[in-house]
């Protein structure tokens, strides 16, 4: 019999009921019927062309051919614990892969992941840069990006998609514009950028004025290097934290997850 065609569920509800010796005690392990395991015990035996089990005044019993290959199939199914658990133990490895946008990075994530690591030292991270970095060639973990939704990844929202005006003191009335970041109407720019870090550092470094993420600017804002001339403001755009399913129910995304307060 092909692999692929082996009745792997079948056997689960067989090895039940032969430890309990009852369709009743299977059911109630399973979280199924009793005629759901008779009915998986009977077409058991058709594909395997023998009787299981037998009744007898005293109850059920295994028939022999049962008993012949009962020892090898709970062996199996051991071997299936055993592989899922090496699978999870991967899933928990103490090294993150994480893509985030550079400033981003520099501005909100880096002193989180600090924070992290100084709690659970064994840690190891590896960043890559961007926004849009693929998850299987990259082999990430888990990604950052500016976006306006999780779109087929699972995630989860940092805050809410709020933006800002800033400049520096004494820096001239001039627009710096970015992608995803429109200008009042008439407004012309004056330096055009490729992404909102590029933008924050070109404010930072007194070239004008640009609207931006809130959370990307609030360390700023706060310590007194960027002064906010318009806003907060309702925006579209907000910084998710995103990964496919398997890596989002994996362990050591939940307790990053966990820590940063997104569960």
């Known amino acids: 019999m092909k692999r692929t065609h082996l009745p792997l569920n079948a056997l689960r509800v067989f090895d ?7 369709f009743t005690r299977a059911a109630d392990e399973l979280a199924v019927t009793p005629a759901a395991v008779g009915q998986q015990i009977r077409a058991l035996e058709d594909v395997l062309g023998v009787v299981l089990f037998r009744r007898t005044s005293k109850g059920l019993e295994l028939t022999d051919e049962a008993m012949m290959g009962l020892d090898s199939l709970r062996e199996g199914f051991l071997r299936f614990e055993e592989s899922v658990q090496a699978m999870q133990a991967g899933q928990s490895s103490h090294r993150y892969t994480i893509a985030a946008p550079s400033e981003f990075y520099a501005q909100w994530l880096a002193p989180r992941l600090a924070q992290f690591r100084a709690t659970n030292p064994e840690i190891r991270y590896q960043l890559v840069g961007g926004e849009e970095v693929d998850f299987t060639e990259a082999n990430l973990d888990l990604a950052f990006r500016l976006t306006e939704g999780p779109g087929d990844l699972e995630g989860v929202r940092l805050a809410e ?13 001039d627009w710096i514009v970015w992608p995803g970041a429109p200008l009042p109407e008439g407004a012309e720019p004056m330096l055009q950028v490729s992404d ?15 609207v ?10 706060g310590e007194g290097r960027l002064t906010v001339l318009d806003g907060p403001t309702d925006g579209q755009r907000a910084y998710w934290l995103v990964a496919p399913r398997p890596q989002w129910r994996s362990a050591k995304v939940r307790a990053l997850r966990s820590f940063l307060g997104f569960e």
Not at 161 to 173: L, N, Q, S
Not at 196 to 210: D, Q, R
């Open 196 to 210: 909102a870090g590029h933008a924050l550092n070109s404010v930072l470094a007194g070239l004008g004025k640009a």
């Open 212 to 221: 931006l993420p809130l959370l990307l600017v609030e360390k700023a804002i």
């Open 16 to 22: 039940a009921a032969a430890r309990h010796l009852s």
């Open 161 to 173: 998609p709020r933006k800002v005006t800033v400049a520096i003191e004494g820096a001239p009335d």
